[in-house]
Nanobody, 121 residues
């Protein structure tokens, strides 16, 4: 079993910054991908950013240039640095990971419980 614990959410004024962290723990052999998703009330959950084990990144168009995703493989941790925040960035942010738990084993997807980010205007 793999557990994901997010931290760093909160209330911030427009133009401010927040840094989210997500730590994966449990029976992990290899982490393939870690990423961040968000969901606002009445909207679908959407991909914000993702990063592979090799360091390749992808960003939603709405956050590109403002957000930066990074990871520390030794600590099984992924970060999301959010700058120049806008009210439309408000939502619940969820950490996601794809892992294998044994050598040559299947891939499993896990989700964190989410952390609230609120940007005031």
């Amino acid at each position: 079993q793999v557990q994901l614990v997010e931290s760093g959410g909160g209330l911030v004024q427009a133009g401010g910054s927040l840094r989210l962290s997500c730590v994966a723990s449990g029976s992990i052999f290899s982490i393939n991908v870690m990423g961040w998703y968000r969901q606002a009330p009445g909207k679908q959950r959407e991909l914000v950013a993702r990063i592979t084990s090799g360091g390749s990144t992808n960003y939603a168009d709405s956050v590109k240039g403002r957000f930066t995703i990074s990871r520390d493989n030794a600590k099984n941790t992924v970060y999301l640095q959010m700058n120049s925040l806008k009210p439309e960035d408000t939502g619940v942010y969820y950490c996601n990971t794809e892992v294998t738990t044994i050598m040559s084993g299947p891939t499993y997807r896990y989700w964190g419980q989410g952390t609230q980010v609120t940007v005031s205007s």
